[in-house]
């Protein structure tokens, strides 16, 4: 009955190096949803998956950030070559269906020296 | 596309009184509406949504919420809040006909709770 996981729940990275972030959703749940928070920002929408596939990838920053979900359930998201400015907290969030709350995880917070 | 607006970004506010945290948002289509909370070093807790039906919406913790659509806004109110209810409160929004349920965010409105 666990809720959606994040791992790891902190990561320090050097500048340059990638990173993944790793997210289960809660079980049955097909919608998968990764926002950005940063500081003094809000909530900042990145991509969302519907069961494996994406069909809205609108909010990723740039082509350094990717995500990927297998078996339409645990999802990756993959930042390469980090930059100081993607420091913020990463949230995953999984919902049942259309109008569904959706379910957040703790988050990954991300500090890139 | 939708926005949200959270006109206070800080209300403090002393035990026991009441309070009332702003939303706004913009839509050219029907909206489903949420108000989150985020304790400290916590993800986001769902406290309330507005799906159809009755525009008074009670949540958990003794919050409620009125969805007035003529003036497009969602605020969030307590008659009595307490220490435990200081938090950062934000309010949401998806398009009905959205299927991917995207929720688009208010910049978040901090509730700090005074003795």
């Known amino acids: 009955g666990a809720g959606v996981s994040q791992s790891p729940s902190n990561k320090v990275t050097e500048k340059g190096k990638d990173v993944e972030l790793r997210c289960d959703p809660i079980?049955?749940?097909?919608?998968l949803y990764w926002y950005r928070q940063s500081l003094g920002q809000g909530l900042e929408f990145l991509i969302y998956?519907?069961?494996?596939?994406?069909?809205?990838k609108s909010g990723l920053p740039s082509d350094r950030f990717s995500a990927e979900r297998t078996g339409g359930s645990v999802s990756t998201l993959t930042i390469q070559r980090t930059q100081q400015e993607d420091s913020a907290v990463y949230l995953c969030?999984?919902?049942?269906?259309?109008?569904?709350?959706?379910?957040f995880g703790n988050g990954t917070r991300l500090t890139v020296t | 596309a939708q926005s949200v607006t959270q006109l206070d970004s800080q209300v403090p506010v002393f035990e026991e009184a009441p309070v009332e945290l702003r939303c706004n948002y913009s839509?050219?289509?029907?909206?489903?509406l949420f108000w989150y909370v985020q304790y400290p070093n916590q993800g986001l807790q769902l406290l309330l949504k507005?799906?159809?039906?009755?525009?008074l919406v009670k949540g958990i913790n003794g919050f409620e919420a009125e969805f007035n659509k003529s003036q497009t806004s969602f605020h969030l109110r307590k008659p009595s809040v307490h220490i435990s209810d200081t938090a950062e409160y934000f309010c949401a929004v998806s398009a009905s006909n959205n299927a991917g349920n995207m929720l688009t965010f208010g910049g978040g409105t901090r509730l700090m709770v005074k003795p």
């Open positions: 969030a999984s919902s049942l269906d259309q109008g569904s709350p959706l379910h």
């Open positions: 507005y799906l159809s039906g009755s525009t």
């Open positions: 079980s049955g749940h097909t919608a």
């Open positions: 998956f519907q069961g494996n596939s994406a069909p809205d």
């Open positions: 839509s050219s289509v029907s909206v489903y």
